[in-house]
């Protein structure tokens, strides 16, 4: 099935940074997600975004709907450790119920 | 409100071998979801319920899969003849209403040898 392009893959960062992760679609989107999961657990929902040009935060994460609708961005700041998992967007035309996901990005923080 | 919940947690089977997993949503959700996830992949949609009616299928969703929502709560996935290449999470997930957000469970791991 289709997957939206997350980039990057994978990130090796220190604590204290800032993370910023994009994800494209060659087709719109009328909601993006943004999820997490840590390994062995189900993606848990991070921020909902409804409208093009929005830009929502949930205390360090802010993510933004491109204006296009093709694409989603999520910025992290001041990294800490349990920010370490797996990041998918994951984006639903309306009316479809039905998420695309992205194909994640791994973040690892470095001691 | 305690979550989607999800049963078993991890499931390891013989091929050939017939599996069912339950999923409760979050109570007052009416629309339940099912995803698969394979290693290093995100979750693919397999199907959703709004109440008790089966309303989606996708074509990843083979004639050994079966899903029930009988009384419009809990959800049961059932595959058949299981296959090695049936190996994955799987996904619960429920909203509220058309075009909410989607609350995740922990997922069913299975492992089939």
Same mark, same amino acid.
């Given at each position: 099935?289709q997957? &939206?392009?997350?980039?990057p893959?994978?990130?090796?960062?220190?604590?204290?940074?800032?993370v910023?992760?994009?994800?494209?679609?060659?087709?719109?989107?009328?909601?993006?997600?943004?999820?997490?999961?840590?390994?062995?657990?189900?993606? $848990?929902?991070?921020?909902?975004?409804y409208?093009?040009?929005?830009?929502?935060?949930?205390?360090? &994460?802010t993510?933004?709907?491109?204006?296009?609708?093709?694409?989603?961005?999520? =910025?992290?700041?001041?990294?800490?450790?349990?920010d $370490?998992?797996?990041?998918?967007?994951?984006g639903?035309?309306?009316? =479809?119920?039905?998420? *695309?996901?992205?194909?994640g *990005?791994?973040?690892?923080?470095?001691? | 409100?305690?979550?989607?919940?999800?049963? !078993?947690?991890? +499931?390891?089977? +013989?091929?050939?071998?017939?599996?069912?997993?339950?999923?409760? !949503?979050?109570?007052?959700?009416?629309?339940?979801?099912w995803?698969?996830?394979?290693?290093?992949?995100?979750?693919?949609? @397999?199907?959703?319920?709004?109440?008790? #009616?089966?309303?989606? +299928?996708?074509?990843?969703?083979?004639?050994?899969?079966?899903?029930?929502?009988?009384?419009?709560?809990?959800?049961?996935?059932?595959?058949?003849?299981?296959?090695?290449?049936?190996? #994955?999470?799987?996904?619960? #997930?429920?909203? @509220? #209403?058309?075009?909410?957000?989607?609350?995740?469970?922990?997922?069913?791991?299975?492992?089939?040898?």
């Amino acid at each position: 099935g289709q997957q &939206l392009n997350q980039s990057p893959q994978s990130m090796f960062i220190q604590e204290g940074e800032d993370v910023s992760m994009n994800c494209t679609s060659s087709s719109i989107f009328n909601t993006w997600l943004w999820y997490k999961q840590d390994p062995g657990e189900g993606p $848990v929902l991070l921020i909902a975004l409804y409208k093009a040009g929005e830009l929502t935060s949930n205390g360090r &994460l802010t993510a933004q709907f491109g204006i296009t609708r093709k694409d989603s961005f999520l =910025n992290i700041s001041a990294s800490i450790p349990s920010d $370490v998992g797996i990041y998918f967007c994951a984006g639903q035309l309306r009316g =479809n119920e039905k998420l *695309t996901f992205g194909t994640g *990005t791994r973040l690892t923080i470095i001691p | 409100d305690t979550g989607v919940s999800q049963d !078993p947690r991890h +499931k390891i089977t +013989k091929r050939g071998q017939n599996v069912t997993f339950r999923c409760d !949503p979050i109570s007052e959700h009416n629309r339940l979801y099912w995803y698969r996830q394979t290693l290093g992949q995100g979750p693919e949609f @397999l199907t959703y319920f709004q109440n008790e #009616a089966q309303l989606e +299928k996708s074509r990843l969703l083979s004639d050994r899969f079966s899903a029930e929502r009988p009384k419009g709560s809990f959800s049961t996935l059932e595959i058949q003849r299981t296959e090695q290449g049936d190996s #994955a999470m799987y996904l619960c #997930a429920s909203s @509220l #209403a058309r075009d909410s957000e989607q609350y995740f469970g922990p997922g069913t791991r299975l492992t089939v040898t």
